[in-house]
Nanobody, 128 residues
Framework: QGQLVESGGGFVQPGGSLRLSCAAS????????IGWFRQAPGGEREGVSC????????YYTDSVKGRFTIGRDNAKNTVYLQMNNLKPEDTGVYYC?????????????????????WGQGAQVTVSS
């Protein structure tokens, strides 16, 4: 089974931008959907965004709408998360995850239980 690897995390001041990438060892379109999730210290893992491979339908949690953009670069076999106007509450470990069974359609596109393949995570810290 293929692996997913995140890159692009780091430290940024409030209002700044970061771009996360999720690379697949196999063919990323083998996944029915790719999602981004985050986990703050002491918090639960929450869904941030998701993109469907079937028709590129995108999903966002309310707190990031208008600031984050998810997209795919098929030539590079990656899915990215462009994060603009970052806020301290965006701080956490960001994970990309893949759904091979179309579970996101039935369980929810931002529900971690719908995703069976996970990357190791990338730290994003937003602080002044």
């Amino acid at each position: 089974q293929g692996q997913l690897v995140e890159s692009g995390g780091g430290f940024v001041q409030p209002g700044g931008s970061l771009r996360l990438s999720c690379a697949a060892s196999g063919f990323i379109l083998d996944y029915r959907a790719i999602g981004w999730f985050r986990q703050a210290p002491g918090g639960e893992r929450e869904g941030v965004s998701c993109i469907s491979s079937k028709d590129d339908t995108t999903y966002y949690t309310d707190s990031v709408k208008g600031r984050f953009t998810i997209g795919r670069d098929n030539a590079k076999n990656t899915v990215y998360l462009q994060m603009n106007n970052l806020k301290p509450e965006d701080t956490g470990v960001y994970y990309c995850a893949g759904d091979r069974t179309n579970s996101h359609f039935f369980i929810g596109a931002l529900n971690p239980r719908a995703f069976g393949s996970w990357g190791q995570g990338a730290q994003v810290t937003v602080s002044s």
